[in-house]
């Protein structure tokens, strides 16, 4: 069983930055494809970036590109979700989930069905 817990969320003006992590137990990175949503209130789930750990690949939505990055640490079993220049649009719940997936190919745009596992979220929220 996979177990998956964010953290990092915060209430940040905007223009600023915040850095989420993911930690999977359970998992070992270069076995799945992760996957980062967010929902804001009101609004569906929708996919905000990925990377497939086998060959690197990224993907960034396109409201989110040059402003957030991917990064891991495959000692930690961890990912992390580099967010710069926040915007208030970007205010809402982050979430991490897994894809067991070992191969090739790109991961985005990233759907809710694919993914296996999930995070319990962690809140961001920028101020204007």
């Known amino acids: 069983q996979v177990h998956v817990v964010e953290s990092g969320g915060g209430l940040v003006q905007a223009g600023g930055s915040l850095r989420l992590s993911c930690v999977a137990s359970g998992a070992t990175l270069d076995t799945y494809v992760i996957g980062w949503f967010r929902q804001a209130p009101g609004q569906e789930r929708e996919g905000v970036s990925c990377?497939?750990?086998?060959?690197?690949?990224?993907y960034f939505r396109d409201s989110v590109k040059d402003r957030f990055t991917i990064s891991r640490d495959m000692t930690k079993n961890t990912v992390y979700l580099q967010m710069n220049n926040l915007k208030p649009e970007d205010t809402a719940v982050y979430y991490c989930a897994f894809q067991p997936y070992k191969g090739p190919g790109y991961c985005g745009p990233p759907l809710r069905y694919q993914y296996d596992y999930w995070g319990q979220g962690t809140q961001v929220t920028v101020s204007s």
């Open positions: 990377i497939n750990h086998y060959d690197g690949r990224a």
